[in-house]
Structures are given as structure tokens and as C-alpha cells.
């Protein structure tokens, strides 16, 4: 299905006879499959004949709304800004679930895709992230759904023709970007085995210390015990000599009445 611009709006970067295209007479037509470039705006009145998914995250203009219909799919990690009335039920960042009906008094982070089952008024500075998909509109009645395309992306190098300025600019991008990725990576791994190394170095101080206390507890008592034996041996020979002499006493006694 075809798209529709309204009057007033603007392809920018698409030139025609080394002019700007801008639809001022009357409604334009887009062919299926065509493509927008950056800057590009839709004017009030402006339809989309199908579905459409963000390759970027897009911010709404801070002095306009923009109408999501029913049958979108926000992409998490999308923005709802202050004084926006929720249609849906909405599960933010915080673990918190705002419930149709509410008009937000702060700005919230969606957690996860949110499907929309009604329409949704976005108020401006709200952003929609890259992955969420529109549904195809009919033509806005309200003072809304003013926005602007962002830059385009080449998500592979394979794809980049490097033979022009242009193109080779496009694959310094992804270069640049493929290198940020890798650093964010690597600063990962590298907080995670720092982590590993303090719990490994903690964990060998707790069993120094408690091999150390255990050797203690086992000189302690062999020190205990050496005493105890010392006493009882003491104790065994006194009362054998008490014996003795009982003995020595007795037979002095009976050698006496003997004689």
C-alpha cells in the first residue's frame, strides 16, 4: 500500500534538477519501498500505507505530539515524557507498571516491547527506540505526528561500496562504531575479571586465616593435654608410694608381734 505526504511536507537530501523535493501543492504519493533521507518531514495529514520499523532511535520534536497507532510496537528502552496519557499498560525501568489511563507527571523508560492496542499520543522529546515498528496510520486529524527521520545505517561492511567518498565515509562509520562496540566489550570483561580477581584474593586470605586459627585451636589443646597427662602420671606414682609404705607398715606391725 502506498504512503501519502501531506502539503507542507519536505524530502530533504533527494534533489530533483538540483532542487529540493517539497510537496506544496497538494498530497504526494510514495511508491512502495521507497526510502526517506535524513531530515526528511511529514507534514499534518501525512499517512503511512504499512508498517513501518525504526532502524534509529527518533525523538519528537519538543514542540509538537506525534499519534502512534493502534498496533505498534514500542521498542524497549523507548521514552514517554511528562503529561503523556497512557492508552496502555506500560512496565518501566524501575519495575513499576503505569496502567492506561495515567498521565505520567515524570519521564519513564519503557522495559521490554509494548504492544499498543490503542492509539497513543506521544508528547514531544518522547523517543521511540530503534526496533519499534508503526502500523500503517490513516491520515492524522490532530496537530501531531510531526517528525524527522534520522541518519541511515549500514549494518555490514560487505554492503559499503568504498569506491566513492561517500561510501567509504559510511564504512569509517561502521569501523567507528564496530571498534566502540568492541571497547564497551572489552570494558566489561575487563570490570568482570577484576571482580574475579578481588573474590579470588579474598577468598585465599579467608583460608590463610583459617588454617592459621585451626593450627592454634590444635596447639591449644596438645598443650591442654600434655598437662592433663602430667598430673594423672604425678597422681599414679604418689599413690603408689602411698601403697608401698601401707605395705612397709604393715609387715613392720606383724615382724613385731612375730618376735
Do not use: C, H, P
Not at 505530539?65 to 497512557?86: E, H, I, N, P, W
Request: zero cysteines.
Amino acid at each position: 500500500t502506498a504512503s501519502s505526504l501531506a502539503t507542507g511536507s519536505k524530502l530533504s537530501n533527494v534533489w530533483y534538477n538540483n532542487s529540493a523535493i517539497s510537496v506544496t501543492g497538494g498530497s504526494m504519493t510514495l511508491a512502495a519501498s521507497s526510502s526517506l533521507a535524513t531530515g526528511a518531514i511529514f507534514a499534518d495529514g501525512s499517512s503511512l500505507g504499512g508498517a513501518v520499523t525504526v532502524k534509529n532511535t527518533e525523538t519528537v520534536d519538543s514542540s509538537t505530539d506525534m499519534l502512534v497507532a493502534a498496533g505498534s510496537t514500542l521498542a524497549s528502552g523507548s521514552k514517554l515524557t511528562t503529561g503523556t496519557v497512557l492508552t496502555n499498560d506500560v512496565v518501566a525501568t524501575d519495575g513499576k507498571t503505569y496502567t492506561a489511563g495515567t498521565q505520567l507527571t515524570s519521564d519513564i523508560t519503557t522495559s521490554g516491547a509494548t504492544s499498543l492496542t490503542n492509539a497513543m499520543t506521544l508528547n514531544g522529546g518522547s523517543t521511540i527506540a530503534s526496533g519499534s515498528q508503526l502500523a500503517a496510520n490513516a491520515a492524522a486529524t490532530d496537530s501531531s505526528a510531526v517528525g524527522a527521520t534520522s541518519a541511515s545505517v549500514a549494518y555490514r561492511l560487505s554492503d559499503v561500496n568504498v569506491t566513492s567518498q561517500a561510501g567509504a565515509q559510511i564504512a569509517i562509520s561502521v569501523a567507528d562504531a564496530a571498534l566502540k562496540s568492541l571497547d564497551q566489550v572489552r570494558s566489561g570483561l575487563g570490570s568482570t575479571q577484576n571482580q574475579l580477581v578481588s573474590t579470588i584474593s579474598n577468598i585465599s586470605t579467608t583460608q590463610v586465616n583459617i588454617f592459621s586459627a585451626e593450627s592454634s585451636i590444635r596447639d591449644v589443646d596438645f598443650a591442654s593435654e600434655s598437662s592433663n597427662f602430667s598430673k594423672m602420671r604425678i597422681l599414679v606414682q604418689a599413690s603408689s608410694f602411698a601403697m608401698a609404705q601401707a605395705n612397709a607398715s604393715s609387715k613392720a606391725v606383724l615382724s613385731l608381734l612375730q618376735g
